[in-house]
T-cell receptor, first 116, second 111 residues
Framework: AQSVTQLDSQVPVFEEAPVELRCNYS??????LFWYVQYPNQGLQLLLK??????LVKGINGFEAEFNKSQTSFHLRKPSVHISDTAEYFC??????????????FGQGTILTVHP | EAQVTQNPRYLITVTGKKLTVTCSQN?????MSWYRQDPGLGLRQIYY???????DKGDVPEGYKVSRKEKRNFPLILESPSPNQTSLYFC??????????FGPGTRLLVL
């Protein structure tokens, strides 16, 4: 079984400040990792994903995340946030390869609020 | 325009009255999935399908049925809805390990 824990349910931050949203996962097999963003009253949009290769992954809107296998973490970072980054962010994991790759498990979500 | 559509967008029903939420994608994706979103619980996968006639249970399949008779459609069926199925439902599709595209969501209230 796999699971995801997002360590902060809410993160308030000032505009132009850096931010880190933390995600830890648990799995007995190799994993694929994802970050999604949900703006108010909208569906989810993929920010970035780690499948293999470089552990530093760059995504859209200036976000990046680093896969740390030893710490089973996949934290999301942005060096300077904007008001428009206010949204809920979800970390997700799935099994790499095999027949269960379609089973995606999400974390509980982190609400990022950017203040002027 | 590449998109995932869901219907209806909003639905109020009563306990026990069978309902179907439709999901359709126009991107020829093999993979489709249903999630429910509840406050504080994030998104939980109900069922997923890796191709026509191939479906499997997610984390919370109880009380739901799905079918995948055509590649573009993946309806979610609630045979006998109960109040604990009141939630926001999302359908998604992708090619294998491509970007997952989410539908706009269906807000369901079961009285």
């Amino acid at each position: 079984a796999q699971s995801v824990t997002q360590l902060d349910s809410q993160v308030p931050v000032f505009e132009e400040a850096p931010v880190e949203l933390r995600c830890n996962y648990s799995s007995s097999v190799s994993v694929y990792l994802f970050w999604y963003v949900q703006y108010p009253n909208q569906g989810l949009q993929l920010l970035l994903k780690y499948l293999s290769g470089s552990t530093l992954v760059k995504g859209i809107n200036g976000f990046e995340a680093e896969f740390n296998k030893s710490q089973t973490s996949f934290h999301l970072r942005k060096p300077s946030v904007h008001i428009s980054d206010t949204a809920e962010y979800f970390c997700a994991v799935s099994q790499a390869g095999g027949t269960s790759y379609g089973k995606l498990t999400f974390g509980q979500g982190t609400i990022l609020t950017v203040h002027p | 325009e590449a998109q995932v559509t869901q219907n209806p967008r909003y639905l109020i029903t009563v306990t026990g009255k069978k309902l179907t939420v439709t999901c359709s994608q126009n991107m020829n994706h093999e993979y489709m999935s249903w999630y429910r979103q509840d406050p504080g619980l994030g998104l939980r996968q109900i069922y997923y399908s890796m191709n026509v006639e191939v479906t499997d249970k997610g984390d919370v399949p109880e009380g739901y049925k799905v079918s995948r008779k055509e590649k573009r459609n993946f309806p979610l069926i609630l045979e006998s809805p109960s109040p604990n199925q009141t939630s926001l439902y999302f359908c998604a599709s992708s090619s294998q390990w491509g970007t997952q595209y989410f539908g706009p969501g269906t807000r369901l209230l079961v009285l």
